[in-house]
T-cell receptor, first 114, second 115 residues
Framework: AQTVTQSQPEMSVQEAETVTLSCTYD???????LFWYKQPPSRQMILVIR??????QNATENRFSVNFQKAAKSFSLKISDSQLGDTAMYFC???????????FGTGTSLTVIP | GAGVSQSPSNKVTEKGKDVELRCDPI?????LYWYRQSLGQGLEFLIY????????KSGLPSDRFSAERTGGSVSTLTIQRTQQEDSAVYLC?????????????FGPGTRLTVT
């Protein structure tokens, strides 16, 4: 079975600063995908960033980047130049290569302080 | 284009009643997922549909839960004889199984309250 662990239930960061959210996962699969999703108070889940396990290069999307350590099964999200609109729940997710099921962590509640 | 839509957005029901939750996926998406999100919790996988294949029902918590997907498009999640512990937000997502992304597009969810 696959498990996804987010060990930080809550975090806060000052506006314009950088914050890193942690995620670890456990799997015996070699082909898989990892995702970070954002869920603001509106409840709408939004994809932030995606990483294919076969790619060594860390994914980057504007102010969002990941540190993917395959051997350590770690997939952290770095948010640079934090903005007030980044305040949300952030979920780490794992998907096997066959796209059958997604496994989500319990989330990290991020608050950006003005 | 239109995203994933869900109805109703909120549903309050009495314990013991049946409820139906609807999901309209993005047109052309062959995969459809249902999740349950309890207060302060992550997403719990319920069921997965892929094209015309038999659904993966491994996440359904009890036989009171069932889901259908008609014509490979609209899906209905039915909860029979609702219990208070069924109170949660029920999220639907769809994805295209082609391409490299497997990105899931989520609907806004249905908040179910069982009194």
């Amino acid at each position: 079975a696959q498990t996804v662990t987010q060990s930080q239930p809550e975090m806060s960061v000052q506006e314009a600063e950088t914050v890193t959210l942690s995620c670890t996962y456990d799997t015996s699969e070699n082909n898989y995908y990892l995702f970070w999703y954002k869920q603001p108070p509106s409840r709408q889940m939004i994809l932030v960033i995606r990483q294919e396990a076969y790619k060594q290069q860390n994914a980057t999307e504007n102010r969002f980047s990941v540190n993917f350590q395959k051997a350590a099964k770690s997939f952290s999200l770095k948010i640079s130049d934090s903005q007030l609109g980044d305040t949300a729940m952030y979920f780490c997710a794992f998907m096997k290569g066959n796209g059958n099921q997604f496994y989500f962590g319990t989330g990290t509640s991020l608050t950006v302080i003005p | 284009g239109a995203g994933v839509s869900q109805s109703p957005s909120n549903k309050v029901t009495e314990k013991g009643k049946d409820v139906e939750l609807r999901c309209d996926p993005i047109s052309g998406h062959t995969a459809l997922y249902w999740y349950r999100q309890s207060l302060g919790q992550g997403l719990e996988f319920l069921i997965y549909f892929q094209g015309n294949s038999a659904p993966d029902k491994s996440g359904l918590p009890s036989d009171r839960f069932s889901a259908e997907r008609t014509g490979g498009s609209v899906s209905t999640l039915t909860i029979q004889r609702t219990q208070q512990e069924d109170s949660a937000v029920y999220l639907c997502a769809s994805s295209s199984s082609t391409g490299v992304s497997y990105e899931q597009y989520f609907g806004p969810g249905t908040r179910l309250t069982v009194t």
